[in-house]
C-alpha cells in the first residue's frame, strides 16, 4: 500500500523534473516571497498530478494523511497539489474533515491557499449545514484568514445562499482594516450581486459608512455596469 508520503514523493520527483528555476524566482517574487518554487505552470502541475495520482482512490483518512505530507513540503505546487486533491473530496467528506481545513487555512497562510480552501469548507458546508455553527465561530476568529473563509465560502451557493449569514458576516467584519477582509467582503457581495442585485444594493447602501471604500467599490463593480 502507498503511503502518504510517498505519493507525495512521487510528485516531488516529478514537479522537480518539470521545474523551471528562472519561472519559480517570478512565482516566488509575485507571492512575496513568501513560499519557495518549484517553477511548474498550473497547466503542468495538474497534469502531472492526473499522472501521478491517476489510479487513487482514496480514504477521507488517506486525504488527511495526503494533505498534511504536502503541506510539510517547502514548495508552494505541493500546497497546490493538496488543495486540489481536497476540492474534489470535500463534498463527499465527513463533517470531521472540517478539523483538517481549519488547520490548513491557518498554516502557511496567503491568499492563493486559503481562497482554494474556502472552496472546498463551502462543499463541506453545504453537504453539513450544521457546520454553518462553525462558521459563526470563524467570522469572530482572531486569525483573519478564518474569517475571510467565512465570509466567501458561499460563493458558489447563488440562489442557495443564506443571505441573512452573508450580510451578518460582512456587517461584523466591515470595520476590519485587514486588506484581505475587506477585500472579501466585497468578493463575496459582488458574487451574491449575480443572484440578488437589490439586496446588495440595499446592503451596501444601508452600510455605507461602516463599508471601506474597497468593499462598497467591488461589491458594485458589476451593477454600476449593468445600472
Not at 481536497?86 to 481545513?101: G, N, T, V
Request: hydrophobic residues 45%; charged residues 30%; neutral net charge.
Amino acid at each position: 500500500m502507498t503511503s502518504a508520503s510517498q505519493r507525495v514523493d512521487g510528485l516531488r520527483i516529478a514537479f522537480r523534473a518539470a521545474s523551471d528555476p528562472e519561472r519559480a524566482v517570478a512565482m516566488a517574487r509575485y507571492m512575496r516571497d513568501q513560499f519557495a518554487f518549484f517553477g511548474v505552470p498550473t497547466p503542468e502541475r495538474r497534469a502531472t498530478q492526473r499522472r501521478e495520482l491517476a489510479a487513487w482512490k482514496p480514504t477521507e483518512q488517506e486525504v488527511v494523511d495526503f494533505a498534511r505530507e504536502c503541506w510539510a513540503g517547502d514548495q508552494r505546487e505541493l500546497q497546490y497539489a493538496a488543495c486540489d486533491v481536497i476540492q474534489r473530496f470535500a463534498k463527499h467528506a465527513s463533517p470531521e474533515f472540517l478539523d483538517l481545513l481549519e488547520t490548513l487555512v491557518t498554516t502557511k497562510s496567503w491568499w492563493d491557499s486559503v481562497d482554494a480552501l474556502a472552496h472546498a469548507v463551502g462543499s463541506l458546508v453545504f453537504a453539513h449545514p450544521g457546520l454553518v455553527d462553525a462558521m459563526d465561530d470563524w467570522i469572530d476568529a482572531g486569525d483573519f484568514w478564518l474569517a475571510r473563509v467565512a465570509i466567501i465560502h458561499q460563493l458558489r451557493f447563488k440562489s442557495a445562499t443564506d443571505s441573512e449569514r452573508l450580510f451578518r458576516y460582512c456587517e461584523r467584519r466591515a470595520a476590519d482594516p485587514e486588506f484581505f477582509v475587506r477585500k472579501a467582503i466585497g468578493w463575496a457581495l459582488r458574487e451574491y450581486a449575480k443572484t440578488d442585485p437589490a439586496a446588495v444594493r440595499s446592503f451596501v447602501a444601508a452600510h455605507a459608512e461602516v463599508l471601506s471604500s474597497l468593499s462598497r467599490r467591488e461589491a458594485l463593480k458589476n451593477l454600476a455596469i449593468h445600472g
